[in-house]
C-alpha cells in the first residue's frame, strides 16, 4: 500500500514509522515544556532558600509561606498559559491547555486563600489584621491580592450569570490580574522576611514585572495586532479567552 507524504509516495509502513516518530516528538516536547512549568514554578521558591536567609520558624508558619508563595508562582505563570504560544500548545492541543488553566487557577486560588487561614489557626491574634482601617499596609496588600483574585476566578467562572458583556468582563479581568499580582508581590517585599537579600527581593520583582508584561501581550497587544481593524481586533480578543476558539 503507497500514500502521499509532502509530495513524496511511500508504503503505508514508512507512514507508520513517520506517524510514531511525529507522535513520539510530540510527547517529548510535552514533557519538556510541562519540567520548564514546574521549573517555574518551584525555582522562586527554592530560590528563597539559597544564601543567607532568617532563622526558621515553626513548621505551619513556613508551610503557609512556601504555598503563598506558590500560589503566587502559579498565578503568574497563567499569564503565559494564555499567550497560545504555538510551541507550547501543539504537544497537546489548545482545548487541554484552557481545561489546564481553568484548573490550576483554582489550585492557585487554593493556595492563596489557604495561606492566611493556616496563620490565623496557630496565631490567632493575627486575625486583628483583617481590619484594613488599622492593619499595616503589608496586610492590606495581602487583602487587596486576595480578594482581587477571588473576585477574577468568580467573573471567569460565572461571566454570563452577572450578565457582564465581554468588553466589560475582558477590561476588568485584565485590571484584577494585575492588581492581584501587584499586590502579592508588593505584600512579600514589604514583610521582607525572605525577601530582605536584594538578590531575591530583585528576582521576584523581576518575575512580576515578566508576568504583567505577558498579561499586557496576551490581553492588549496580541489582539490589537490583528488585521482588519476595530471589530477584527475584539473578535480575536475575545476568541483568546473563549474555550475551544483561543
Known sequence: ????????????????????????????????????????????????LLGSHPPS???????????????????????GLTARFRHVTEPWGEDVIYHFHRQISLIAVALVIAHPII?????????SLLNSFTAPWRARFAALSTYSLIALVVMALWRKNLKLSYETWHLTHIALAVVAIAAGIAHTVAWGFYLVDPRKRALWIGLVLFWIGLLLYVRVVKPCSCSGGRTACRRCARNAATPGRW
Open 1 to 48: 500500500m503507497l500514500f502521499a507524504v509532502g509530495g513524496a509516495v511511500l508504503p503505508r509502513s514508512a507512514g507508520g514509522v513517520v506517524g510514531r516518530s511525529r507522535s513520539t516528538l510530540a510527547t517529548l516536547r510535552g514533557v519538556i515544556w510541562l519540567i520548564v512549568y514546574l521549573f517555574f514554578v518551584l525555582a522562586p521558591l527554592f530560590a528563597l
Open 57 to 79: 520558624r515553626a513548621f505551619w508558619t513556613e508551610f503557609s509561606v512556601a504555598i503563598g508563595y506558590s500560589g503566587l508562582a502559579i498565578m503568574g505563570l497563567q499569564f
Open 119 to 127: 496563620l490565623f489557626i496557630i496565631r490567632p491574634e493575627l486575625l
